[in-house]
């Protein structure tokens, strides 16, 4: 407001092109223009070295891209990164074991990415009840091994008995396995995701001012300070 006279209300910027605001629309575009360059630093979580190659990669398009991004990068659901990102390209064609997964997973381009799929999928694919998956979910972050073992021949079976063939039930399952330990649910990656892209608007709409805020927050560390300066640079 003091340089350029402007309220900005973080709450009230859209998350989708509105009709009609064509400003907002080029400011908005402009964000997700900037996450796709890789120019995060700044960002919330998306600074790590790994992370950039992979935003700049994927070209998010949408909150909803980075939401996935962000639940991705975790030991484990970490490899099925490149399949996300080839399957929003169309450059991979998204698969379902059975036709019914499409319900779940049509969000994310057929990949297990949000714990709460694979709850669903276990009550409604393998008839596991609520409280039941609850407790396989536990199990699983805890990595409790021979007791998530002992879930496994119910789920494979609840899985036949609705329909699905015995080697697809049986690699359902090791899908599922990753997404129990590190699995981020949906709440908590959209949340995350909503800040990322706030921090992403700021930057390529006002971009003085948010790197001026960056070197106000990390003046205690030098390379921090070193890496904000480079970056100014190169941004001019």
Wanted: charged fraction near 30%.
């Amino acid at each position: 407001k003091a340089s350029r006279g402007e309220d900005v209300n973080l709450e009230k910027i859209p998350l989708d092109d509105v009709e009609g605001d064509e400003e907002q629309n080029t400011k908005r575009r402009k964000s997700f223009e900037l996450l796709a360059s890789g120019e995060t630093t700044g960002v919330f979580q998306l600074e790590g070295p790994k992370m950039r190659e992979y935003i700049k990669q994927l070209k998010p398009t949408c909150v909803e891209d980075v939401m996935a991004m962000i639940a991705l990068y975790r030991p484990g659901p970490m490899d099925s990164i490149p399949d996300f990102i080839a399957a929003k390209h169309g450059k991979k064609k998204i698969k379902y074991l059975d036709p019914r997964l499409s319900e779940w997973l049509s969000e994310s381009y057929g990949i297990i990415v949000y714990q709460d799929q694979v709850l669903f999928i276990a009550v409604n694919m393998a008839g596991f009840s609520w409280g039941k998956v609850n407790k396989f979910r536990k199990a699983l972050s805890k990595k409790k091994m021979d007791e998530v073992e002992g879930y496994k021949i119910d789920f494979v079976k609840g899985c036949v008995n609705s329909g699905m063939k015995q080697q697809d039930a049986e690699e359902l399952f090791t899908l599922v396995l990753p997404f129990g330990g590190y699995g981020f649910n949906k709440a908590h990656a959209a949340s995350y995701a909503v800040v990322a892209f706030y921090t992403a608007y700021l930057k390529a709409n006002y971009t003085a001012e948010f790197m001026a805020a960056t070197m106000t927050t990390e003046a205690s560390d030098a390379k921090k300070i070193a890496n904000a300066i480079a970056e100014c640079k190169r941004m001019n």
